[in-house]
C-alpha cells in the first residue's frame, strides 16, 4: 500500500506529461474492465509501443480489477439485455476477427463498449487532474508530514534505488 | 511519442505472461476445484495434481477424491486419472470443445486411506438410489385399505341417519295438532245435545242452526289437519325410501370397490402389486425431474413455428449466458466430442462411452448418445444400457436396458407385523423409456427368480412367503405415462390373484365384517327410520277414518234433525193458524 501511494506520489511529482498520465489511466482502467484476453493484450502492445507512464497503467489496470470482481455480474446481465440486436448479432457471426476478440462473449463486449466509451473522458479527465494538482496542491503534499515520512522510509528510498 | 523499447517490453511481458500461465495454471486450477467442489458437496477433497499440456492442449487430473460427507472413511466418488484435450481454434475463439475425454477407475464409494474431513452434515433425506432402497415399502394393512377404498357408505348411513330424525321431529310436530279421541267424543256428545233438544220457536232454530254449523267448521277444520299430517307422511316416506335406495346402492358399489381393490374378482382395476410398488416406483420416476429441470434452460418456449426452417429458428434463451446467442454459431458453448469413462463396479469393471455430450444438439444436429456395457461382475451376469439425450425444440431423450442375473442381498420387506424377509433372489430386467419435456413413457418388465421369502409375521404374510417360494418366476410389468412430476404407473403380474388372495386374506375378513356390520346398521335404521312411520300411517289412517266416520255421521244427524226441527216448527205454526181461523168462523 505504501509502495503504490509512493509510486502515485512520484508520478505525480514527476516530469512526466500529464497526457502521459491521463493515458495511463485511460488504458488501465480499459485493460482492468477486460476479461484477460486477446484485447487485453493488444491494449498492452499499445501502452508499451506509446510513450505512456507505465506505473500508473500497471497500479491502474490492477485496482480496476479487482473491482470488476463487484462489477462483472451485473455488467454481463445488463450488456445480455442490450445485445439481443440482429444485425449486432449477424456482424459478430459472420467476423471471425471480432469472435478471435471474444467480442462474442458478453462480458468481453459490455466491458469493451463500456472501456471505450469511458476512454478519452478519462484520459481527459485525468490530464486535467493531474495538471490541477501540479499547480495547485503538490507543494502543499511536499511539506505534508505523511509525504515526508514516506521519502524519508527505508522502502521508498529502495524503491528510488530500484528505479 | 513511440517507445524505442516498446516491442521488447510487450516481448518480455508476453513471455513472461505464458510462463507464469504455464507453471500456475495447474495448482490454480487444482485450488479452485478443491474449493468449489468442497463447498458443493461439503466434506474433504483432495486432488493430487492437475497439470496444463499445451502439445496437444489438454488439461490432466490426477486422483481426485470426494469424500463422502455421510460417511468420511469413504468417498462418495473417486478417479485415478482424467485427461481432457481441448481444441486450439474453437478454445481461442472462447468455446470449449473438448476433442476427448476420458475417465480412468472411477469408483463410487472406495475407502479412504485416511478419513476424510467433514464440513457440512448431510441430511437424513440424502437421495440415493439403491434396489433395497425401492423395495423397501410398507405393506398395507387391511385398515390402510379399506380407507384407500374411499367408501361411500358410512357417509349414506349418516345421512338417511338424519333424515329419518328430520322426519320423526316434523311427524311429532304435527301429532300435536291432531284431535284427540277426548275431543272428537265431546263433538259427538254436543251434536247430539243440540239435535236432541227441542225447539221453542223459530228464534231458538236460528240459534241451534247456528251453533251446529260452528261445529261442523270445527269438524272440517280437523279434517284439514289430518290431511295436511298425511301429506307429509306420504313425503317422509318418499325421502327415507329415496335415501334407503340410496344407500343400497352405495353400499353395493363399495363392496364391489373392495372386491376389486383385494384382487377378489377378476380384471379388478388395481392389482396388488400396483398397490404395494405403485406410489414406489412413481416416486423414483420422479426424480427424473431433475434431469429436465437442468435442460429446460436450453429448451425453446415456442417451438418451431410453421412455415420457417431450422436455419430460422431462434431459440429464445432468457437466462444471461456466457456467450451472446449468434444466428450461425459455429460450436456449441461446450462439447465433448467421445468421452470414456473406466468405472470400477462391483469386482469388476465397466465401460461407459459417450459421444456428443452438449446442451445444444441443434448446433452439431446430433444427440448426445451413451452406452454402458457390464458383464460378469460377482453379483451381475450382464447389464446393458444404452441411449440418447438431445435438447432441441425439446428434450428428448430415450434409454434401453437390459439386465441379467442380478443377485439381491438379503432384505427385509415392510416393518413389524407386516414384514416380509427376502433371504435371496435373482432380478432380470429389461425395459425402455420415453422422456419427451416433462412427460414421460416408460415399459419395463421385471423378473425375479429363484426368490427365497421369509415370514415371521401374521398368518396371511406366512402363507404368502409359501406362496412366493413356490413359483419358479415371479413377473412384474411396470408401465408409466404422463408428468414427471406425478406420473401416472401402472403395475401389472401375473401373481395378482395369487398375491392378493394371500396377502389381502385379512383385509378380506374385514371387509366382509364391515358388510355384515353395516348390514345390521341398515337393518336397524330403517327400523327406526321406517318401521316407526308405518305406525304413525297407521294411527293417521285410523284417524283420518274416525274423523271421516264422525264427519259423516254428524251430516247425516244434523240433516235429519234440522228437517226434523222444521217440521215441528211448521206443524206448530200451522195449528196456530187453523186455530186462529176457526175461532173467527
Request: proline share 3%; charged share 15%.
Amino acid at each position: 500500500m505504501l509502495t503504490m501511494l509512493a509510486k502515485i506520489l512520484k508520478v505525480l511529482n514527476s516530469q512526466a506529461s500529464p497526457w502521459q498520465i491521463g493515458w495511463a489511466i485511460a488504458l488501465g482502467l480499459f485493460a482492468g474492465i477486460l476479461p484477460l484476453g486477446l484485447l487485453t493484450l493488444l491494449i498492452v502492445l499499445i501502452v508499451c509501443l506509446l510513450t505512456v507512464n507505465l506505473s500508473t497503467f500497471i497500479v491502474v489496470w490492477g485496482l480496476t480489477e479487482g473491482l470488476m470482481l463487484l462489477f462483472a455480474t451485473p455488467l454481463e446481465n445488463l450488456t445480455w439485455q442490450y445485445a439481443q440486436n440482429d444485425t449486432l448479432l449477424q456482424v459478430l457471426a459472420n467476423t471471425e476477427t471480432l469472435q478471435l476478440l471474444h467480442l462474442h462473449h458478453t462480458l468481453t463486449l459490455g466491458a469493451f463498449v463500456l472501456g471505450a466509451v469511458l476512454l478519452l473522458p478519462v484520459a481527459w479527465l485525468s490530464k486535467a487532474l493531474v495538471m490541477q494538482y501540479r499547480t495547485r496542491v503538490m507543494s502543499s503534499v511536499q511539506k505534508w508530514k505523511l509525504t515526508q515520512m514516506l521519502k524519508a522510509s527505508k522502502l521508498f528510498a529502495l524503491y528510488e534505488k530500484l528505479n | 511519442m513511440i517507445r524505442k523499447s516498446g516491442w521488447l517490453v510487450f516481448i518480455i511481458f508476453f513471455a513472461a505472461l505464458l510462463a507464469l500461465v504455464y507453471l500456475v495454471a495447474g495448482p490454480a486450477i487444482r485450488l479452485g476445484m478443491v474449493y468449489s467442489l468442497e463447498k458443493v458437496v461439503g466434506a474433504e477433497v483432495n486432488i493430487s495434481k492437475v497439470s496444463l499440456e499445451l502439445a496437444p492442449l489438454a488439461l490432466r487430473i490426477n486422483n481426485l477424491q470426494i469424500t463422502d460427507a455421510a460417511k468420511p472413511t469413504h468417498n462418495s466418488l473417486s478417479f485415478g486419472h482424467a485427461r481432457a484435450a481441448l481444441e486450439v481454434w474453437p478454445a481461442l475463439l472462447g468455446y470449449y470443445v473438448i476433442d476427448e475425454l476420458t475417465v480412468d477407475g472411477l469408483q463410487y464409494g472406495a475407502e479412504r486411506s485416511s478419513e476424510g474431513k467433514v464440513y457440512r452434515v448431510p441430511g437424513v433425506e440424502g437421495e440415493k438410489v439403491d434396489i433395497a432402497q425401492l423395495l423397501q415399502v410398507d405393506l398395507p394393512d387391511a385398515d390402510e385399505l379399506i380407507a384407500r377404498a374411499n367408501l361411500q357408505t358410512p357417509a349414506k348411513a349418516e345421512a338417511l341417519q338424519q333424515l329419518a330424525a328430520t322426519e320423526q321431529q316434523q311427524l311429532k310436530t304435527l301429532q300435536t295438532q291432531l284431535p284427540t279421541k277426548d275431543s272428537l267424543a265431546q263433538y259427538q256428545a254436543d251434536i247430539k245435545a243440540l239435535t236432541d233438544s227441542k225447539v221453542a220457536n223459530a228464534a231458538d232454530l236460528a240459534a241451534k242452526a247456528q251453533q251446529l254449523q260452528q261445529l261442523k267448521d270445527k269438524l272440517n277444520s280437523e279434517k284439514a289437519k289430518v290431511e295436511q299430517v298425511k301429506q307429509q307422511l306420504t313425503h317422509s316416506k318418499e325421502s327415507l325410501q329415496r335415501a334407503v335406495e340410496e344407500l343400497k346402492a352405495a353400499s353395493l358399489a363399495d363392496y364391489a370397490k373392495v372386491q376389486q381393490l383385494a384382487n377378489l374378482s377378476d380384471g379388478g382395476l388395481a392389482g396388488i402389486s400396483q398397490i404395494l410398488l405403485g406410489d414406489v416406483w412413481g416416486a423414483r420416476v420422479a426424480q427424473l425431474q431433475t434431469l429436465y429441470e437442468l435442460a429446460k434452460p436450453y429448451i425453446p418456449e415456442g417451438g418451431i413455428s410453421s412455415g420457417q426452417g431450422s436455419e430460422t429458428t431462434e431459440p429464445e434463451v432468457v437466462l444471461p449466458n456466457r456467450i451472446l446467442p449468434l444466428p450461425g454459431q459455429p460450436y456449441p458453448d461446450f462439447w465433448v466430442k467421445t468421452a470414456r469413462v473406466n468405472w470400477l463396479i462391483g469386482g469388476g469393471e465397466a465401460t461407459i462411452a459417450l459421444q456428443d455430450i452438449t446442451a445444444q444438439h441443434a448446433l452439431i444436429n446430433s444427440a448426445t448418445k451413451f452406452s454402458l456395457d457390464v458383464k460378469q461382475l460377482p453379483q451381475l451376469a450382464a447389464f446393458n444400457l444404452s441411449g440418447d439425450f438431445a435438447v432441441l425444440q425439446q428434450m428428448v431423450t430415450n434409454l434401453n436396458w437390459q439386465l441379467d442375473g442380478l443377485n439381491l442381498q438379503p432384505l427385509t420387506l415392510g416393518k413389524g407385523d407386516t414384514a416380509l424377509d427376502l433371504a435371496a433372489g435373482l432380478i432380470s430386467s429389461s425395459g425402455k423409456l420415453n422422456l419427451t419435456d416433462n412427460q414421460i413413457t416408460q415399459q419395463a418388465s421385471v423378473v425375479l427368480n429363484a426368490a427365497n421369502f421369509n415370514s415371521t409375521g401374521n398368518k396371511y404374510l406366512q402363507q404368502l412367503a409359501n406362496l412366493l417360494n413356490q413359483q419358479q418366476q415371479i413377473p412384474l410389468n411396470i408401465a408409466t405415462t404422463g408428468l414427471i412430476s406425478a406420473p401416472e404407473v401402472s403395475i401389472r403380474s401375473s401373481l395378482d390373484k395369487i398375491l392378493g388372495d394371500a396377502l389381502l386374506g385379512e383385509a378380506k375378513q374385514k371387509v366382509a365384517a364391515y358388510q355384515a356390520e353395516l348390514q345390521a346398521k341398515l337393518n336397524s335404521q330403517l327400523q327406526t327410520g321406517l318401521a316407526g312411520q308405518q305406525d304413525w300411517a297407521a294411527l293417521l289412517t285410523q284417524q283420518d277414518g274416525e274423523l271421516a266416520d264422525i264427519s259423516g255421521s254428524i251430516e247425516n244427524m244434523l240433516s235429519a234433525k234440522m228437517a226434523d226441527v222444521k217440521d215441528q216448527a211448521k206443524d206448530k205454526l200451522k195449528d196456530k193458524l187453523l186455530d186462529k181461523l176457526g175461532g173467527g168462523n
